[in-house]
């Protein structure tokens, strides 16, 4: 199916997922929100390696844009690893590889922000890609945040950083190490404990490894079971996004579902394209409706 056939077939969204919560923390009544997600797009104008396709990012991106643009969707957000780098990394190129997919973002007629992924720093600095990029309703884009939508809560939290709490920088870490300051998770508890809505988080780096078969350690934060601690015990989370493992996957720990969406990246062509509308109810209910390879999840409760 082409892509002008693929869009008009999507025009109706079909409800995916019927996910039910149960926060035992207080949250005020909510509309229904939807949003739009995608991650791990590795945007290089460079030739594809293995089975990424770099410069396929940007057209991936501009079917999805134009999609939540139909869709109407409240706002959207990458999760992520947004650009890459030549074989020959440079500075002055990479920064024109991340202007050049931060306008095709920009073209989403909405809100729009980012998540910090590891390939975000990979020969450029965090103050160099925040000085590049616009989160919706601030003046200057953070590493992590929050902000408010219909009712709702979110939060985007940035694991890229050290076990000994240095920030990424210019390529200067491993990707296995990652790590998030106990300064942000101090933050990420008042966050929580202020803001009564149900709550979204959003993250690059996975905090359900141990859900996985086998060590998936390399893909988490090593003090993840410190964050899904404070998670648990706010009441009010209602789901995590992630990206980072470009395979996907779904999680349920101690009633919080953890959805990691594919990456843009992987194969060639418009049918190996991968993202999502999330829709939240009034109810607290979730639909994920997944469009390419993304995946849709229909009747699973926590």
């Known amino acids: 199916m082409n892509r002008k056939k693929f869009l008009l077939s999507s025009l109706t969204l079909i409800a995916g997922t019927k996910l039910s919560f149960a926060g035992g923390g207080k ?18 104008d460079r030739t594809p390696n293995g089975s990424r396709y770099y410069r396929e990012s940007l057209t991936k991106l ?13 706002f959207l957000i990458e999760l992520g690893d947004f650009k890459d780098q030549n074989i020959q990394p440079d500075e002055g ?6 202007e050049t997919i931060e306008a095709k973002f920009r073209q989403f007629k909405g809100p729009v922000y980012h998540v910090l992924g590891n ?10 890609f925040l000085s590049k990029i616009h989160n919706s309703g601030f003046s200057k884009a953070r590493g992590h945040y929050s902000f408010n939508a219909a009712h709702h809560h979110f939060v985007v939290l940035d694991a890229n950083y050290t076990r000994e709490g240095i920030g990424y920088d210019r390529g200067n870490f491993d990707w296995k190490d990652c790590h998030i300051p106990e300064e942000q998770l101090k933050w990420l508890e008042e966050d929580l404990r202020e803001h009564h809505q149900p709550t979204v988080v959003f ?5 359900d490894g141990p859900a996985f078969e086998g060590d998936h350690s390399r893909y988490c934060p090593d003090n993840a079971d410190k964050v899904r601690a404070i998670l648990e015990r706010s009441g009010k989370v209602l789901v995590v996004f992630q990206g980072h493992y470009h395979d996907g996957g779904y999680n349920i720990i101690n009633g919080i579902p953890y959805y990691t969406l594919k990456a843009v990246i992987e194969g060639e062509g418009d049918q190996n394209n991968s993202y999502a509308i999330v829709e939240i109810g009034k109810d607290r209910e979730i639909a994920i409706r997944g469009y390419r390879r993304a995946v849709s999840k229909t009747r699973l409760k926590s």
Not at 34 to 43: E, K, M, P, S
Not at 119 to 128: F, G, L, P, V, Y
Request: proline share 2%; glycine share 2%.
């Open 93 to 98: 190129e990479t920064l024109r590889f991340l």
């Open 203 to 207: 993250i690059h780096q996975q905090l």
């Open 119 to 128: 390939h975000d720093m990979d020969s450029i600095s965090k103050e160099q």
């Open 27 to 44: 949250t005020v009544a909510a509309p229904a929100i939807r949003f739009g997600i995608v991650t791990d797009l590795h945007y290089a």
């Open 62 to 74: 501009s079917e999805c844009v134009e999609l939540m643009n139909e869709q109407r969707v409240n």
